[in-house]
T-cell receptor
Framework: DSGVTQTPKHLITATGQRVTLRCSPR?????VYWYQQSLDQGLQFLIQ???????AKGNILERFSAQQFPDLHSELNLSSLELGDSALYFC????????????FGEGSRLTVL | DAKTTQPTSMDCAEGRAANLPCNHS???????VYWYRQIHSQGPQYIIH???NNETNEMASLIITEDRKSSTLILPHATLRDTAVYYC?????????????FGTGTRLTIIP
């Protein structure tokens, strides 16, 4: 158990819809990261937040947005969903110090029909 | 990020040492080498990281060549639970050592 909690574990929705994925980081971790893993693309970095502020951005689509709240949990919002958005979405957190050790949650599996 | 090259797949007999190579010939002097693994559809798991010296922890050993252009992850006594995809990552220090770019990794299969 990494200490990172993601909900929901599974989500099935239709094209055009909007969903929100939630992540609770390990206790005390200030950084939260979002990754997308689809069958044909491997793990793709989407975005990082540190103590509520966006810190790094990867290949995140404009239809996607994220935020980190004062209690440090984070939400990833996916809108105007397309079939190609079907993927595993992982959240990770890390603590103080630039050690590079990320703790990943078990992921949210999104299926868009 | 410095590019890394890993074999697509490897097999190893249970109980033997699994040696997973990684080439990172464009690595610069202040870039670390990280290893993670991902057991089928679970979240990736940190294994070990190093800069220039060899490192060992309870999971594995990391051997980095003197010129730092390649490294080897060693699982000393592989078990069936070590079957996973192993990722060798050299993050871009301009973004901190936390923006990790995962490649395709090596799919390690432990054979009973």
């Amino acid at each position: 158990d990494s200490g990172v909690t993601q909900t929901p574990k599974h989500l099935i929705t239709a094209t055009g819809q909007r969903v929100t994925l939630r992540c609770s980081p390990r206790s005390g971790d200030l950084s939260v990261y979002w990754y997308q893993q689809s069958l044909d693309q491997g793990l793709q970095f989407l975005i990082q937040y540190y103590n509520g502020e966006e810190r790094a951005k990867g290949n995140i689509l404009e239809r996607f947005s994220a935020q980190q709240f004062p209690d440090l949990h984070s939400e990833l919002n996916l809108s105007s969903l397309e079939l190609g958005d079907s993927a595993l979405y992982f959240c990770a957190s890390s603590g103080l110090g630039d050690t590079g050790e990320l703790f990943f949650g078990e992921g949210s599996r999104l299926t868009v029909l | 990020d410095a590019k890394t090259t890993q074999p697509t797949s490897m097999d190893c007999a249970e109980g033997r040492a699994a040696n997973l190579p990684c080439n990172h010939s464009t690595i610069s002097g202040n870039e670390y080498v990280y290893w993670y693994r991902q057991i089928h559809s679970q979240g990736p798991q940190y294994i070990i990281h190093g800069l220039k010296n060899n490192e060992t922890n309870e999971m594995a050993s990391l051997i980095i060549t003197e010129d730092r252009k390649s490294s080897t992850l060693i699982l000393p006594h592989a078990t069936l639970r070590d079957t996973a995809v192993y990722y060798c990552i050299v993050p871009d220090p301009n973004f901190g050592n936390e923006k990790l770019t995962f490649g395709t990794g090596t799919r390690l299969t432990i054979i009973p």
